[in-house]
T-cell receptor, first 116, second 110 residues
Framework: DVKVTQSSRYLVKRTGEKVFLECVQDMDHENMFWYRQDPGLGLRLIYFSYDVKMKEKGDIPEGYSVSREKKERFSLILESASTNQTSMYLC???????????????FGPGTRLTVL | RKEVEQDPGPFNVPEGATVAFNCTYSNSASQSFFWYRQDCRKEPKLLMSVYSSGNEDGRFTAQLNRASQYISLLIRDSKLSDSATYLCVVNGGGSYIPTFGRGTSLIVHP
């Protein structure tokens, strides 16, 4: 069974703090994703990585950065947390795909981040 | 990236009913299609892939209509446990990045 784990289920931070969210997958997947999910807005892609040290911006990268130093680990960094970054953050991974197809995504349990 | 659209619902149905959801997509070059299920406060999980020839898994049937650019999900004999949000996902068409619909909420009541 594919397992995607996230470092915290719940996190409370203060405005201006630097926040690290970590995601680890154990199935040697090439692709990893960070999303945020807000009521009424669905899943929105923040960043995507298709290989170690490679990253692409998603739909809403502003205020976020990412790091992928090892294949199994993809970190999301909030450089200076703000209240509008309060959200559910979901990490996902998938096996390699061509530009025409991408395989099934497997999601972690999510981190509910509250910024006060 | 192009869009994927779903009726947000909620679809409120009694146990035993048959219910169908559609999802339209705008990128005609899309190659692969999925339905995910998301329970309240949980992560999305793959429900089923959608093949050109259709796909059936027990009470669930998914179909693809390329000409009209939509996929559908049919649930027969609804159970209380089917209550969830159903997310449509469309992949490919020149991008590694899958596109998610905003989801359709289903509530099955006794």
């Amino acid at each position: 069974d594919v397992k995607v784990t996230q470092s915290s289920r719940y996190l409370v931070k203060r405005t201006g703090e630097k926040v690290f969210l970590e995601c680890v997958q154990d199935m040697d997947h090439e692709n990893m994703f960070w999303y945020r999910q807000d009521p009424g807005l669905g899943l929105r892609l923040i960043y995507f990585s298709y290989d170690v040290k490679m990253k692409e911006k998603g739909d809403i990268p502003e205020g976020y950065s990412v790091s992928r130093e090892k294949k199994e680990r993809f970190s999301l960094i909030l450089e200076s947390a703000s209240t509008n970054q309060t959200s559910m953050y979901l990490c996902a991974s998938s096996p390699s795909g061509t530009a025409q197809r991408t395989d099934t995504q497997y999601f972690g349990p999510g981190t509910r981040l509250t910024v006060l | 990236r192009k869009e994927v659209e779903q009726d947000p619902g909620p679809f409120n149905v009694p146990e035993g009913a048959t219910v169908a959801f559609n999802c339209t997509y705008s990128n005609s070059a899309s190659q692969s299609f999925f339905w995910y299920r998301q329970d309240c406060r949980k992560e999305p999980k793959l429900l089923m892939s959608v093949y050109s020839s259709g796909n059936e898994d027990g009470r669930f049937t998914a179909q693809l209509n390329r000409a009209s650019q939509y996929i559908s999900l049919l649930i027969r004999d609804s159970k209380l446990s089917d209550s969830a949000t159903y997310l449509c996902v469309v992949n490919g068409g020149g991008s590694y990045i899958p596109t998610f619909g905003r989801g359709t909420s289903l509530i099955v009541h006794p």
